[in-house]
């Protein structure tokens, strides 16, 4: 038997009315694999992750993950739409980390990283600073965790807001355009720990970005999205060294040319 | 002379008991309606299909003279079987009345929670209950501090409505005092100063409280 894939998108359609942000989407991502979504905006990527966070419905199709149904559940052998303690119970296992990083304010970075593993995993007060504390000195905060998000950088709410969602011990993490809203010397300290919880933690990541040269170093794989649909995927070296598709090669010429 | 000293010494403890219920009838009503009105406006979003039936409520009790619902709740409810006494009865007109009011203010609080805190609560998986209470309430609520307060100011000042059931608040103090002594001039005058006094301090301590919760949250 092969081994389920942690996350798969069966035949995923989103619309808006009439607009069809996301076309049939089938997509299937491998435990521990790292993929990147790239492609112009509008393309429906940012979507693909919002939809994976429940934080958007689907209109067709179904989202499984390790091989149970997120957006469903199984009733009398068939697929119903799932009801929250269901949702609540699968997405248990996908953290995401926001491009405007959604740290709550009136909470320190201490305190934003231990609000969800005791009301939610019930975890001790006590355990749940000593494990973000460990988390926070990861990702070079420990010096910070008193402190408001108002009262750090981007960078460091950013880096906050990736110990908060480690914290509750996520097997899929996802990344929605991470370093869009940091000033540019700021992205370099975001990127690092990205890299690091990479290599450190068996996680399976799906980002989307517009950091080029950050998806080629750091991705299994890399995925052009276009009008709702995946135009060309496949390791990085393919798709940024020799693209197939004409719509890959001038989205990169585009974006390579921005710089 | 208009003004008698000696009257006024004489009927200051028979208004200063009554101003004690004006007080505690303002003080429960209020926290009835800052009570209720943050249920409502906390169910409206909570079970999205309870929201056509919130607003025609709210409407309702807004669009109506809180004197006819004190009459309704003292003389009406005992009908169908819920006889309360006129001070709870009045009371709870007055809590109702304002919780429409305040559950306004909490919506437009709510409303002005970014979408990313609602979005971060899912992503971390928190319950609808624990994401009201540890991260939209502790948001909403500061900024909304002077409105509410206004509304307990609001509340103070319509308490005299309750001397229509004759509940022994100041008003209807001054009335008996009245329609017993012929002299009007000194309880009535008492009761408008008392008011007064008593609304200049709770802006006072609103104020205050609004700061204290700015420097709190703010930072």
Redesign the interface.
Known sequence: MTEQPMVRFENVSKRYGALTVLDGLDLEIARGEKVSVIGPSGSGKTTVLRMLMTLETINDGVIWVEGEPLTHMKRNGKLVPADLAHIRRIRAKIGMVFQSFNLFPHMTAMANCIEAPMTVLGMKRADAQARAAELLDMVGLSQKKDHYPSQLSGGQQQRVAIARALAMRPKIMLFDEVTSALDPELVGEVLQVIRQIGREHDLTMLMVTHQMGFAKEFSDRVCFFYQGKICEQGPPSELFGAPKNERTRQFLHAVLEAG | MIWDWNFTLEILPVLAHAAIVSVEATLIGFVLAATLGLVLAVVRIAVPWTGWTISVLVELIRSTPLLIQIFFIYFVFPKFGLVLDAFTAGVLAIGIHYAAYCSEVYRAGFDNI?R??W??S??????AW?TFR??II??AIPPIVPALGNYLVALFKETPLLSAIAVMELMQAAKIIGSETFRYTEPITLVGLFFLAMSLVSAVLIRALERLLNRR???
């Open positions: 970014h990313g805190q979005e971060a899912i992503a971390l998986n928190l319950s624990t540890d991260i502790p948001q949250t703010m930072r």
